[in-house]
């Protein structure tokens, strides 16, 4: 069996290794329109970083995992294509600000139309609205060359960070479909190592639906335990606190309490406004609402967390010095799509703070696109002036510790582990006072640091 995949990605290099890794016999060949990316694949510098993710890589590329550029070619030769490139939100027309952009996705389908030849199984992995796998089989049913298809959806549930685990013990895999045939050669991929009570087979309208709810779901739940977290700073309760209790009800569960200064990542925000531009669409505009709150909530969470620190720090801090910790929207990647600390940034800098941002696995290259893009807004145009604030006012250090040093305070914005385990003495003596620390990760030993004579606020905590 021949697998392509077209899409170079954080899910589409990730889950094909793993394919490639745990089915020898099936070669895999993973193509990217992007040259940088797929040279990138074949170093020993991989574009993602996924603890775990380099070995099995080196493994399966010495055997039958291969990058290339060569869509054609690659289309060809396979059996199975999964399209796993991306799908943003729109930022123009109809729906922008809210429906997914499916144009690379459609593009993907009329090159697959055109490249094959005799039965292709094609598999939808990027996250779309529901529905969009009837025009993918439109698309491919009006190639004219005698070529046939099925058309299987099979979202991705792997989290970045922990994509290896993830997919080397998934939850579930679920797979959506018609053909009993097409669903059972999938099926038959993933049964290589994953218990088959644990592939699900629906319609592929469930499917798709599936994952957008299922993303909507871990979003409400971190929305949910930020919003008491508003409640618990005004009121004196304790946030870790709630949840630890309410996380033991085991109708509720531990997973996924944690407040913070706000979720981010491709995928949450991306997908819940696809839902609610879907039940717009739909003419439900109660459930729209509905599930449009939990943006809203992650919003307001981001923004609180800077008005806080503004006030804190008596009203003003303008070009005092601000460490920032941590830009990735979580531990464990250096994706910054959607993080809260671009948020968080950017209102600090509106604000005239000077920043000096450290993460661990994100570039300098990266940060500076980043805030240049939040200031530039949906238009893509950003101002001489506001770019003249990021130049002067932003520097990127190379450790938590030389970010901090001369700061009137510190944003912990990623729960960066190394940030528990640094030497808070020496940090404090090379700060200005009161030296505030303020935790939007509820990371730190907060007790501690009191001790030492820092000036903490967390979130959730009076
Ligand atoms: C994925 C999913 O596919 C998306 O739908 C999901 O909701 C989030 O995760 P991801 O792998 O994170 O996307 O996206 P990205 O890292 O941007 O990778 C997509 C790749 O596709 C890029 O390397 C891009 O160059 C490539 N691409 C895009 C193509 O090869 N062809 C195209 O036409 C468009
Ligand atoms: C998510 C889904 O978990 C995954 O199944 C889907 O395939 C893609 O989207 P991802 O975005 O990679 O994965 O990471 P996730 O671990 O879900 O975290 C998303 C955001 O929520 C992060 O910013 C994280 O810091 C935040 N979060 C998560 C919290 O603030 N509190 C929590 O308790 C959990």
Redesign the pocket.
Same mark, same amino acid.
């Not at 077209?6 to 290099?13: D, S, T």
């Not at 796993?84 to 799908?87: C, D």
């Given at each position: 069996m021949n697998i392509c995949c077209? *899409? =170079? *990605?954080? $899910? *589409? *290099?990730p889950t094909m290794a793993m394919i490639a890794y745990k089915c020898p016999g099936i070669q895999v060949t993973v $193509?990217? %329109?992007?040259q940088k &990316?797929i040279d990138a694949w074949n170093s020993d510098h991989l574009p $993602?970083y996924e603890p775990g993710l380099d070995e099995i890589v080196r493994e399966a590329r010495k055997r039958n995992l291969r990058f290339s550029t060569d869509?054609n070619a690659a289309i060809a030769a396979a059996d199975m294509v999964f399209i =796993?490139?991306? !799908?943003p939100t729109k930022t123009f027309g109809t729906g922008a600000g809210r429906a997914a952009n499916v144009e690379?996705v459609e /593009? @993907?389908a009329r090159q697959i139309a055109e490249a094959s030849t005799g039965h292709k199984i094609v598999v939808e /992995?990027? !996250? %779309?609205p529901v529905r969009t796998a009837e025009a993918v089989k439109r698309i491919l049913e009006n190639a004219n060359n005698g070529t046939t298809f099925d058309v299987l959806s099979n979202p991705?549930f792997l989290a970045e960070g922990t994509a290896v685990q993830d997919l080397l013990k998934p939850d579930r895999v679920l797979i959506g479909g018609e053909s009993q045939t097409a669903i059972q050669s999938l099926v038959d991929v993933y049964a290589h190592w994953v218990p088959r009570e644990r592939i699900l087979t629906t319609n592929l309208w469930s499917s798709e639906l599936s994952k957008l709810t299922a993303n909507a779901f871990l979003a409400q739940r971190v929305s949910s335990i930020n919003a008491i977290s508003a409640l618990c700073e005004a009121t004196g309760a304790d946030v870790d606190e709630v949840s630890h209790a309410i996380g033991t009800d085991s109708r509720i569960g531990p997973k996924f309490l944690k407040s913070s200064v706000g979720f981010g990542g491709? @995928?949450f925000q /991306?997908?819940i406004l696809n839902l609610v531009y879907l039940c717009e669409h739909f003419g439900l505009r109660e459930v729209a609402a509905y599930w449009e709150q939990v943006i809203v909530m992650n919003d307001y969470q981001k923004r609180r967390f800077c008005e806080r620190m503004v006030k804190t720090m008596f009203n003003t801090v303008s070009n005092k010095q601000i460490a920032i910790w941590g830009f990735a929207f979580k531990k464990d990647t250096n994706?910054t &799509?959607e993080s809260p600390a671009i948020y968080v940034c950017r209102d600090l800098l509106k604000e005239r703070a000077k920043l000096k941002i450290y993460d661990p696995r994100v570039s300098e290259d990266q940060i500076r696109r980043d805030l240049y893009d939040v200031f530039a807004g949906p238009g893509g145009k950003i101002s001489d002036a506001d770019r003249q604030l990021i130049d002067e006012h932003v520097s990127v250090a190379p450790s938590a510790n030389a970010a901090a040093q001369g700061a009137h305070a510190i944003a912990v914005l990623t729960e960066w582990d190394e940030f528990k385990q640094l030497d808070y003495p020496t940090i404090l003596s090379s700060m200005y006072r009161p030296a505030f620390l303020f935790d939007g990760r509820n990371l730190l030993n907060h007790h501690h640091l009191r001790t030492l004579g820092f000036e903490v606020h967390a979130i959730g905590k009076a």
């Open positions: 077209i *899409g =170079a *990605g954080y $899910v *589409g *290099g $193509v990217d %329109l992007n &990316r $993602v869509v =796993a490139v991306n !799908t690379f /593009k @993907c /992995k990027s !996250t %779309l991705e491709s @995928c /991306k997908d994706d &799509r």
